[in-house]
T-cell receptor, first 114, second 112 residues
Framework: KAGVTQTPRYLIKTRGQQVTLSCSPISGHRSVSWYQQTPGQGLQFLFEYFSETQRNKGNFPGRFSGRQFSNSRSEMNVSTLELGDSALYLC?????????????FGNGTRLTVT | GDSVTQMEGPVTLSEEAFLTINCTYTATGYPSLFWYVQYPGEGLQLLLKATKADDKGSNKGFEATYRKETTSFHLEKGSVQVSDSAVYFCALSVGQGGKLIFGQGTELSVKP
C-alpha cells in the first residue's frame, strides 16, 4: 500500500508570492491534516479535512488555506508569503480522523521563502 | 489548554545504553497518547500509542505506559542501537479531527 505522498519535496519562493502544496493520502483514508514544522515553534497543527469539509482548524492566519477533493487528495495554499513561512509542511492521513487513530505522515514539502 | 512537555535534548548515549525520554501532558479530556519518530529528511513515523490509562504501548523494543495519576507517558528502551538515532516526539490527541499536540521533540544520538 502506497504511503502518503507530498509534492513537491522542495520549493523556493519569494516574499509576496503564493504557493500550493499537494498531498495524496493513503488509499481509503478520508481524513487529511496539515502541520507546519519549524525549529522555533516545532510542530503546529494547521487544519484537517474530512469528506471535503474543513473539520478542524489551528491558529494560523487566513493566508493559510486548504481544500480536499472528492478522491480525498488535499491541497494547501499560502498566499502573500512571508519569510516566517519558511518551514517543513507535513501532511498526514488517517481513515476517519478519530482521536485514538494514529496519523500517517508524508515526507513533507520543504518551503523556503526568500 | 492542552499541552505536551518533553525533556530537552540532545541526548547522547552509547550503544546498548538504557534510554528514557520523559513526557508529561496537560489535557482537559481523556487523550490518546503517541510517540512518533522522525529520521533525517523524513516525515514522522508512529512508534507506539496508548489510548487509555495504564495501557502500555510497545514497538521495536520501545515501551511507554500511560500514567493518568502522574500525567506522564515516558519512553523507554533497554538497549539502544546506532540506528535509533533520530528525533522523538510525544503527542496527544483529544477528540476527533486529526489534531495532534506535539512536544518540542528530543534529539537522540547513539554512538557506537
Amino acid at each position: 500500500k502506497a504511503g502518503v505522498t507530498q509534492t513537491p519535496r522542495y520549493l523556493i519562493k519569494t516574499r509576496g508570492q503564493q504557493v500550493t502544496l499537494s498531498c495524496s493520502p493513503i488509499s481509503g483514508h478520508r481524513s487529511v491534516s496539515w502541520y507546519q514544522q519549524t525549529p522555533g515553534q516545532g510542530l503546529q497543527f494547521l487544519f484537517e479535512y474530512f469528506s471535503e469539509t474543513q473539520r478542524n482548524k489551528g491558529n494560523f492566519p487566513g493566508r493559510f488555506s486548504g481544500r480536499q477533493f472528492s478522491n480525498s487528495r488535499s491541497e494547501m495554499n499560502v498566499s502573500t508569503l512571508e519569510l516566517g513561512d519558511s518551514a517543513l509542511y507535513l501532511c498526514a492521513s488517517s481513515p476517519i480522523g478519530e482521536g485514538n487513530s494514529p496519523l500517517h505522515f508524508g515526507n513533507g514539502t520543504r518551503l523556503t521563502v526568500t | 489548554g492542552d499541552s505536551v512537555t518533553q525533556m530537552e535534548g540532545p541526548v547522547t548515549l552509547s550503544e546498548e545504553a538504557f534510554l528514557t525520554i520523559n513526557c508529561t501532558y496537560t489535557a482537559t479530556g481523556y487523550p490518546s497518547l503517541f510517540w512518533y519518530v522522525q529520521y533525517p529528511g523524513e516525515g514522522l513515523q508512529l512508534l507506539l500509542k496508548a489510548t487509555k490509562a495504564d495501557d502500555k504501548g510497545s514497538n521495536k523494543g520501545f515501551e511507554a505506559t500511560y500514567r493518568k495519576e502522574t500525567t506522564s507517558f515516558h519512553l523507554e528502551k533497554g538497549s539502544v542501537q546506532v540506528s535509533d538515532s533520530a528525533v522523538y516526539f510525544c503527542a496527544l490527541s483529544v477528540g476527533q479531527g486529526g489534531k495532534l499536540i506535539f512536544g518540542q521533540g528530543t534529539e537522540l544520538s547513539v554512538k557506537p
